[in-house]
């Protein structure tokens, strides 16, 4: 297994376009998370699936997010009708038990 | 809520000599305080992380020391190497609350060669 992986790894859209990136976790990892960092500071938790449920979700998480684990393997989020202030790093990271393990990110510029 | 603080926003120090980052959180039910490591255009990679039933713990050169009382911990890197070069994290949850960490800021480890 090669940890973690992430695609697209850069995403450039103009605002108003929807864009979607996937998150494919450990295998054997049953928790997936998704983070959202911008320049300068630390992950920001967005949502948090334990197999298929979601189980959590920021207050960050607006409408125009929507996240999925459809068979409790990869995971896709979803942004709709994308802003500027949507431009950051999208961070996935699984789980079996206590280490969070993080895949490389998509970085997401709005233009 | 939970808050963590960080500091220093960067540290630089010259090649071989130590490294300490601070962080305090707010929470007192918070009990599991990891430290990750970011490199320029990777994920965080976890480095060391401590328990509230431990008062310090070391791995090879890293060590993190925790002050509940305080509620404060602390990073100390010694010997440090121009691979240490990073943006370092900390982080605090509650064991619980199937790990959703509030983060630090980061804190920037320059190696001055």
């Known amino acids: 297994d090669t940890g973690v992986s992430q695609d697209p790894r850069h995403k450039i859209t103009k605002r108003g376009q929807n864009v979607t990136f996937r998150c494919d976790p450990i295998?054997?990892?049953?928790?997936l998370y998704w983070y959202r960092q911008t320049l300068g500071q630390g992950p920001e938790f967005l949502t948090y699936?334990?197999?298929?449920?979601?189980?959590?979700k920021s207050r960050l998480l607006s409408d125009r997010f929507s996240a999925e684990r459809p068979k409790g393997s990869f995971s896709t989020l979803e942004i709709q009708r994308t802003e500027q202030g949507d431009s950051a790093m999208y961070l996935c990271?699984?789980?079996?038990?206590?280490?969070?393990?993080f895949g490389e990110g998509s970085r997401l510029t709005v233009l | 809520g939970e808050n963590v603080e960080q500091h220093p926003s960067t540290l630089s120090v010259q090649e071989g000599d130590s490294a300490v980052i601070k962080c305090t959180y707010s929470?007192?039910?918070?009990?599991?305080f990891p430290w990750y490591k970011q490199e320029l255009g990777k994920g965080p990679q976890l480095i060391i992380d401590?328990?509230?039933n431990v008062g310090e713990k070391k791995d090879q050169r890293i060590a993190v020391t925790l002050n509940k009382t305080a509620k404060h911990f602390s990073l100390h890197i010694t010997e440090t190497q121009p691979e240490d070069s990073a943006v370092y994290f900390c982080?605090?949850?509650?064991?619980?609350?199937?790990?959703?960490?509030?983060w630090g800021a980061g804190t920037k480890l320059i190696i001055k060669p």
């Open positions: 990271a699984s789980s079996s038990s206590g280490e969070l393990f």
């Open positions: 699936f334990q197999n298929e449920a979601q189980l959590e």
């Open positions: 295998s054997e990892h049953n928790r």
């Open positions: 401590i328990r509230s």
């Open positions: 929470d007192s039910a918070s009990n599991y």
């Open positions: 982080a605090a949850s509650f064991m619980d609350s199937n790990y959703q960490l509030i």
